[in-house]
Every structure is written in structure tokens, then in C-alpha cells.
């Protein structure tokens, strides 16, 4: 009987905070929305201290952040979500460590496809950035089968940026056009552009805002050459304890910086 009344009310309580997003959003849905958010979750590891758990339960408690996340972003009609999940960088940390952010980076990839997963319900293409050649080849094996049943949704785009270092990215772009350059595919000398659509990141249009958690404010090797107009946003709460608030304060700041961004955006064409 207790259980039932606590369902209940929690039912009731979740009831009224999606009635009160519903209509928040559409406050928030008369200024322009993002069409692209990036997250760089940091502080996982720090939360599991703060709370006395073991290291890979921040790391869980990240990814219940994460689909917490992805839906209000979706529920918002921003279409293309892009995450930092782990960085060349990362590879450095202890063996064991990695060994288990990997297993753990497996079992949620298996879980964001499940048939009544977030990802089915709200139609979203699911890609992975970076050198997976890094990976291991469980993980890896689940990036491609995730990517090849997603390949037909078409409503929304997660980009999983794994194994990934902007830096990594930038030299491989080259690399790539200077190879087309020297096979021929086009004689005039390399620009921008030319760079730009070898970039991992050439799926997506550039970020609008980039939401880094823990008060920190360096990109840390992400999306450096997508974001020379991306609002930074950077709250001091740990990448776990992520709110709905955090992410409407960071879309009315980008609301705020549209005008001044945009013009900015447009003077560099
Ligand atoms: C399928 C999928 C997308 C899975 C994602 C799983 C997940 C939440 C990975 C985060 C890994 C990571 C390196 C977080 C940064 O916190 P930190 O370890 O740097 O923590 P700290 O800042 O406290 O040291």
C-alpha cells in the first residue's frame, strides 16, 4: 500500500515538472533555439568522491545526466546533440580505469539503441567522432552496429565524440586534403573550406553554445575549429547533478549573444 502511494506521488510529481518544462519551453520557443548544443561533461569523478562511490558510479550517474539531458534538448526541438564521452587525452589515465569507463562507454551504447530507448523514441541518427581505430574492439564493434541502426532516423543527431581530440582532428583534415590535392581533386591552393569538409565534425553545422559542467572554462582539445562563435556556458555544478535550469539559463544567455553572434558569424563568410 505505502509502495503504491510513493509511486503514485512520484507519478504526480513528475506530472507536474513535465507540465511546468512544457511550459517553459514554450516561454523559451518565442527566441531563436540553437540548432546545435556540445557538452563536455566534466566532474564525474569528482562526484563519486563527494559522495563516497566508486569511481565508475559517477561515471553511471554521468550517463543518467546525459539521457536526462538529451531528452529536454530533444523535447526543445534542438535537433543535433554533440558529446564529449572520452578524449585521446583520456587513454593516459590509470589501465584499469580506462579499462572500465570503456566497459561501462560499451554497455551504454547497447542501451541507447533498446527498442523503447531514447534514441528510437525520438528518432535520433547516432554518430561516433574520433579515431576509433583506438577503441576497443568491443566498444568499437558497438559504435558501428549503433551507428548502422540508427542510420535511417532522420528527427534528430547524437554525435559521440570518442577517442577524440580536436587537434587529432585538424591534422587528419589536412592530411586528407593535401592527399586530394596531390591526387588531383582540385589544383587551386587549399583553403578553409577545403579543411572543413574532411573535419569528423563536417556531419553537423558548428556548435551554437558548448554547456562545460564543473566551472571550468577551456575546451580541452573540443571542437576548437567549430567553435570560433559558440557561446561558452559554463556552470559550476558537476557534469551528475546537470539540471533542466542549467540548460534554459544557457539557452536564454545564447538568446541574449544571438544578434552580436550571428552578425559575428556572418562578417567571417
Ligand atoms: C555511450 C555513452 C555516450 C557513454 C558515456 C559515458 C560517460 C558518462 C562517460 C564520461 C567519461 C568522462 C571521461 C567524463 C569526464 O569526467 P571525469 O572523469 O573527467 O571526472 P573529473 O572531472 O571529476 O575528473
Known amino acids: 500500500m505505502e509502495k503504491q502511494i510513493r509511486s503514485g506521488a512520484s507519478q504526480l510529481i513528475e506530472g507536474f515538472c513535465s507540465f511546468l518544462r512544457k511550459c517553459i519551453y514554450s516561454i523559451i520557443s518565442i527566441g531563436p533555439i540553437p540548432k546545435h548544443i556540445a557538452f563536455i561533461m566534466d566532474g564525474n569523478r569528482r562526484y563519486a ?14 550517463f543518467s545526466a546525459l539521457t536526462k539531458m ?17 578524449s585521446i587525452d583520456n587513454f593516459k589515465r590509470r589501465p584499469e580505469e580506462v579499462q572500465s569507463t570503456m566497459n561501462l ?23 561516433f567522432i574520433g579515431d576509433l581505430s583506438l577503441l576497443t ?21 547524437l554525435s559521440i565524440c570518442i577517442a577524440y581530440t580536436s587537434t587529432n582532428e585538424i591534422v587528419r583534415a589536412v592530411e586528407k586534403s593535401c592527399i586530394a590535392k596531390r591526387d588531383g581533386e582540385f589544383s ?3 583553403d578553409v573550406a577545403d579543411v572543413d569538409r ?7 553545422d558548428d556548435p551554437d553554445i558548448i554547456i562545460r559542467t ?14 570560433a562563435y559558440t557561446l561558452l556556458y559554463s556552470p559550476r555544478v558537476l557534469w551528475p547533478d546537470i539540471g533542466f535550469w542549467h540548460l534554459a539559463s544557457s539557452i536564454m544567455d545564447f538568446q541574449r549573444n544571438f544578434a ?8 567571417s563568410l
Open 49 to 62: 568522491k563527494c559522495h563516497n562511490l566508486e569511481e565508475g558510479s559517477g561515471h553511471r550517474a554521468g
Open 70 to 86: 538529451l531528452k529536454y534538448c530533444y523535447e526543445l526541438n534542438v535537433k543535433c546533440i554533440t558529446i564529449y564521452a572520452f
Open 105 to 127: 562507454i560499451q554497455e551504454k551504447i547497447e542501451s541507447l539503441i533498446e527498442e523503447e530507448g531514447i534514441v528510437n523514441h525520438y528518432g535520433v541518427k547516432v554518430n
Open 137 to 157: 574492439e568491443p566498444v568499437k564493434l558497438a559504435a558501428e552496429r549503433a551507428m548502422i541502426a540508427t542510420s535511417c532516423n532522420s528527427r534528430a543527431v
Open 188 to 190: 587551386s591552393s587549399i
Open 198 to 204: 574532411r573535419m569528423y565534425m563536417a556531419v553537423a
Open 214 to 227: 564543473s566551472g571550468e572554462t577551456r575546451l580541452s582539445n573540443f571542437l576548437m575549429w567549430q567553435s
Open 260 to 267: 552580436y553572434l550571428e552578425k559575428k558569424r556572418r562578417q
